[in-house]
């Protein structure tokens, strides 16, 4: 076996699947969003169709990924598992109906400044550059509101995903002013400890 041949096969390999993974396209025949309203789009399409309500679980994760960064899908991710494992530190196997107690966690919607209802409509301005960031206002409504909420977004070699979700109403009092940020804050606020469990005992389990 020439060794020295199937390392640079190897190499080459490994350089393509590189080049791929940074310019927006994917394996199996997807493609990362080519435009910024591309990617805006496709995401609220899909958001509205799965009425997200708080967190959302790993199939609804699965399938906004598509149009979310590593970073915001990551902290979805690890958000979940903390909710997971603190529910199932509070709630052991066999625990009688009667006695299952309720985990707090982020509650509402996530995805919009109306924690409460989300969005039923939106449409999109145009996108442009701030200090160096693509950005995009979109226009939302629920049932007897309007709203802008505004998208940031990141670059992936041809492809753009939404990086974060500024929240521009104050229709969510005193929460935060990014998705990030909730999302964080809701890591943050589940290691306080309580009569039922610590939080650094849950964290030890997502490490």
């Keep these: 076996m020439n060794w020295h041949r199937t390392a640079r ?11 791929l ?13 080519k435009t910024p309203q591309d990617a805006a ?4 399409r899909v958001y509205g169709r799965m009425h997200v ?3 959302p679980d790993e199939k609804q994760r699965q399938t906004l990924s598509p149009y979310l960064s590593a970073d915001l899908v990551n902290l979805l991710a690890r958000t979940q598992r903390l909710r ?3 529910c199932h530190h509070v709630n052991p196997p066999n625990t009688p109906p009667g006695e299952v107690a309720q ?3 982020y509650e509402g919607d996530l995805f919009t400044s109306n924690t409460e209802y989300g969005a039923k ?13 693509t950005r995009l206002l979109v226009y939302l409504t629920d049932y007897d509101s309007k709203w802008n909420d505004e998208l940031v977004f990141r670059q992936i070699g041809t492809g753009w995903v939404i990086d974060n979700i500024e929240f521009t109403s104050d229709r969510r009092n005193d929460l935060y002013g990014t998705c990030s940020h909730d999302l964080r804050q809701t890591i943050k606020q589940s290691f306080r400890p309580n009569d039922q469990y610590r ?8 490490r």
């Design 41 to 44: 789009r496709g995401f609220y």
């Design 21 to 33: 993974a940074h310019s927006g396209e994917l394996l199996f025949g997807q493609s990362a969003p």
């Design 84 to 86: 997971d494992a603190i």
């Design 9 to 19: 096969n190897r190499s080459t390999l490994l350089a393509v699947l590189f080049c």
């Design 199 to 206: 939080g650094e005992r849950v964290g030890s389990m997502l």
């Design 121 to 133: 409509a939106f449409a999109l301005g145009q996108p442009y550059r701030r200090y160096g960031v």
């Design 53 to 55: 309500h708080g967190i």
């Design 103 to 105: 985990v707090s966690g």
